[in-house]
């Protein structure tokens, strides 16, 4: 049993950034960070396996990094120069049978997951 607490969502300007925080318990082997925005799919946004590789999706490669505590408790998501594309609410997500040392998986990949948190950019 995994679970997740994700933090930190708010109202910001374009080009502000934010830092999103993901509070984990119990082990997992890859980290999947998702977005839904309104009337969109829930896409992949970065993804953390347990080895240590990253991915992040195109739109976001440059401006969003994630980092983990050294005791893998907590994961962060660093968004920067943040864009109105970027609203949506937010999600980590762990699973325990998947890898992801070569992209982000499909959400449907992934078994547990935080309740969410909102980001909303305004222009």
């Known amino acids: 049993q995994v679970q997740l607490a994700e933090s930190g969502g708010g109202s910001v300007q374009a080009g502000e950034a934010l830092k999103l925080s993901c509070e984990i318990s119990g082990g997992y082997s890859c980290l999947g960070w998702f977005r839904q925005g309104p009337g969109k799919e829930r896409e992949g946004v970065a993804s953390v396996d347990r080895d240590g590789s990253v991915h992040y999706m195109d739109s976001v490669t440059g401006r969003f990094t994630v980092s983990q505590d050294n005791a893998k408790t907590t994961a962060y998501l660093h968004m920067d120069n943040l864009t109105p594309e970027d609203t949506g609410t937010y999600y980590c997500?762990?699973?325990?049978?998947?890898?992801?040392?070569?992209?982000?998986?499909?959400?449907?990949?992934?078994?547990?997951w935080g309740q969410g948190t909102h980001v909303t950019v305004s222009s």
């Open positions: 997500a762990a699973g325990l049978a998947i890898r992801c040392r070569n992209k982000i998986p499909g959400h449907e990949y992934f078994t547990y």
